[in-house]
Nanobody, 120 residues
Framework: QVQLVESGGGLVQAGGSLRLSCAAS????????MAWYRQAPGQKRDLVAT???????NYADSVKGRFTISRDNAKNTVYLQMDSLKPEDTAAYYC??????????????WGQGTQVTVSS
């Protein structure tokens, strides 16, 4: 019904920047909150940032001041601008979206993940 496709991951040196994108497509009436999570090998998946449909955002303490979440509601897309990257930011990054589809209630969808690797 709804697919989330992430892009923008890669290998970057410490101090560098990357911009992740996550585009939602399919049967969509409305997207409520959207978020980015990350998961390092052997670790649990942790929340990085969230953004409401109105643009209010929240961040994990570990990324405040370095990462910026934004969204384009017309394109059903959420972004994560990552600056001043550190080796500890290395992880697979996943987006999710709380989606209302026609004839259905709200449902949470996840993307497939994109790898971010920060070298020291």
């Amino acid at each position: 019904q709804v697919q989330l496709v992430e892009s923008g991951g890669g290998l970057v040196q410490a101090g560098g920047s990357l911009r992740l994108s996550c585009a939602a497509s399919g049967s969509i009436s409305r997207i409520n909150s959207m978020a980015w999570y990350r998961q390092a090998p052997g670790q649990k998946r942790d929340l990085v940032a969230t953004i409401t449909s109105g643009g209010s955002s929240n961040y994990a303490d570990s990324v405040k001041g370095r990462f910026t979440i934004s969204r384009d509601n017309a394109k059903n897309t959420v972004y994560l601008q990552m600056d001043s990257l550190k080796p500890e930011d290395t992880a697979a990054y996943y987006c999710n979206a709380d989606v209302k589809s026609p004839g259905w209630g709200n449902r949470l969808y996840w993307g497939q993940g994109t790898q971010v690797t920060v070298s020291s």
